[in-house]
């Protein structure tokens, strides 16, 4: 049996309980060691077998995973964040089911929720955003055309940005170009949750010169919108003049 396991943002009393379960009864764990915090193998039990993915290609992966099943073994794969979210979790999916090795898979805390609660900030916030957008900069990878930053920056949505902070430049001006404004605040997060985390805000003006000034070269979410500034308006699920099926409304 091979669970996949959402390890959470980095903080390592931010996995789920049922992460930290599975990762206490694994005979083998598989983590993506150039992003999973190391720590949390301190969950794994004595003699359990440890590979880290970064220095593996798939092929080797499943070779793991296929000896654990011969040999009767439960393996964990260890996704930092979210497994939902740049896991690439789908084509393991599909080399398991071709073997007929059952699986199944544990959700986590993705860095985009550590980011907003270091932040202590709201994503939807009223008359200011009610969508978020969660995409990266294309790069060595590409993206669909269709969802190039530029066409993205339109909706002037809340954007949440992996993978992008080597990428600033070219980002900032897609930003720009694309339809938020010059003072459109942006929060760049540095390893969320973790305990080296580091929090810079600035403006989509500014972002490229922010992180060039700062170092900053991966491991970082950027946060562009609105929702982090002064003005919304108060929500209607606990105004006293509006009407829910909890309670009546009293002004």
């Known amino acids: 049996m091979v669970h996949f396991v ?10 789920t309980v049922r992460g930290s379960r599975l990762l206490s009864e694994a005979d083998v764990v598989i983590y993506a060691g150039s992003l999973v915090n190391p720590d949390l193998l301190c969950y794994t ?10 220095q593996m290609t798939l092929e080797q992966v499943i070779e793991v995973i296929k000896k654990a099943e011969r040999d009767e073994k439960t393996t964990v794969r260890l996704h930092t964040g979210d497994s ?5 979790v789908r084509e393991q999916f599909d080399a398991l089911q071709e073997l007929g090795i059952e699986y199944d898979v544990c959700p986590g805390v993705s860095s985009f929720c550590g980011a907003a609660a270091s932040l202590k900030t709201e994503y939807t ?36 940005l992996f993978l992008s902070t080597s990428l600033t430049e070219q980002l900032q001006a897609d930003l720009l170009s694309g339809g938020y404004p010059a003072n459109t605040p942006v929060a760049i997060v540095y ?25 900053l070269t991966k491991t970082s979410i950027i946060i562009v919108g609105n929702c982090m500034g002064d003005k919304y308006l108060r929500s209607l699920l606990y105004h006293p003049g509006f009407t829910t099926e909890f309670r009546e409304a009293t002004e």
């Not at 039990?45 to 970064?54: R, V």
């Not at 939902?84 to 690439?88: F, L, M, N, T």
Request: hydrophobic share 35%.
């Open 84 to 88: 939902s979210i740049y896991g690439a």
């Open 45 to 54: 039990k004595e003699g359990c077998e440890i590979h880290n993915s970064a």
């Open 6 to 15: 959402g390890a959470g943002s980095g903080a390592v009393d931010l996995i």
């Open 125 to 160: 916030l009223p008359d200011v955003s009610q969508t978020v957008i969660i995409t990266r900069t294309a790069g060595r990878t590409p993206v669909p055309g269709r969802e190039s930053i530029r066409a993205l920056a339109a909706h002037q949505s809340t954007m949440v």
């Open 191 to 215: 390893k969320a949750t973790w305990p080296e985390e580091r929090i810079f805000r600035c403006t989509v003006e500014t972002l490229h010169q922010t992180v060039v000034s700062t170092g």
